[in-house]
């Protein structure tokens, strides 16, 4: 939920009037620093899925970076539009796109969700889309992209294995949350104050030259590699769907299996890296550091952290 504020993260390009979304601060740093990983020279752009209650201010919180430079927003996306999306980019200057609510991309029918799903993850992983559909043109190349999405954790503990069996947990760093009784509190006081408002959060603007290089130790590099066998094991983990239990909906998570941890280690460099652009460094630091170890919490669906 949102109260109103003077905006001066050094991230804006100018001081406005705005509104932030109450405990909501963590996440917000996790989300801009995947949306800073898309200006990193020679990595792979971070994609991430906010998993939180209905009413939490997912779609809220990702659509506040509509405007910034490279970013498309979309209310829904097919294999077709996907594709157009790209070829009309000539310049390549799409760098992640913005779906507020995944829950309509699974709302497709069977065959066009598993087309759709195979382009995205494709696009993610190689920026390019293919479409053998009689058209001349069966392939789109293009940079890689990232995508920033979100959904309850009703509609993904629905979803369940099906997550891991499509390839999601191979592209998607899923970010889990739930509210804590003391920032419902907040909220709640902030209502009856009447300082929260209906109306869709100011657009931020990230200043971030593209194609910016930002250098990390070996030292560093080796601590990321111990971490990475965390991050594997807590994406391996999958909803379930839960009982209900004194009238309370309570998912269930089961775990599949643990990646490879390389692609972990991976994931966890770029957002050092890239949380060190976003203070404007072209070197990680012990702050970057302690970023990593912090977002690692929120990847385990089962342990969601309390804000």
């Known amino acids: 939920m949102a109260s109103a504020e003077l905006a ?3 991230a804006y390009d100018v001081i406005t009037p705005s509104e932030t979304l109450i405990g909501m601060e963590p996440v917000s740093e996790i989300v801009e620093t995947a949306i800073y990983s898309t200006y990193l020279r020679d990595a792979v752009p971070i994609s991430l899925m906010l998993v939180g209650p209905s009413g939490a201010g997912k779609s809220k919180l990702i659509m ?12 829904d996306i097919t294999s077709m539009g996907l594709q157009q999306l790209l070829v009309a980019d000539k310049e390549r200057k799409m760098r992640f796109i913005i779906i507020p609510d995944f829950n309509i991309v699974l709302s497709h029918r069977q065959s066009t969700l598993h087309l759709t799903i195979g382009n995205l993850l494709s696009a993610m992983s190689e920026g390019t889309i293919r479409i053998d559909d009689g058209r001349q043109i069966k392939e789109t190349p293009h940079d890689p992209i990232a995508i920033i999405s979100a959904m309850t954790r009703e509609i993904y503990s629905g979803f369940g294995k099906k997550w891991a069996a499509l390839g999601f947990s191979r592209r998607f760093l899923p ?6 009784l003391m920032t419902r509190l907040k909220i709640q006081k902030a209502i009856a104050e009447g300082k929260i408002g209906g109306m869709p959060l100011q657009p931020k603007k990230i200043n971030a030259p593209p194609d910016s290089e930002v250098n990390i130790s070996q030292e560093q590099a080796d601590i990321l590699m111990v971490f990475s066998n965390e991050l594997a094991v807590n994406i391996g983990w999958v909803p379930l769907r839960g009982k209900y239990q004194n009238n309370e909906y309570k998912p269930r998570a ?3 299996g643990k990646q490879m941890e390389f692609s972990p280690h991976v994931i966890l460099r770029t957002l050092a890296r890239a949380h060190a652009l976003r203070d404007g460094r072209t070197t990680v630091d012990d702050g970057d550091m302690n970023f990593v170890t912090r977002l690692i919490q929120f990847t385990r669906y089962d342990q969601a952290p309390q804000l």
């Open 64 to 75: 506040q970076y509509r405007a910034v430079r490279g970013c498309h927003l979309t209310t």
């Open 175 to 180: 970010i889990n949350y739930d509210y804590s």
């Open 8 to 10: 001066t993260n050094s």
């Open 254 to 256: 089961l775990f599949t």
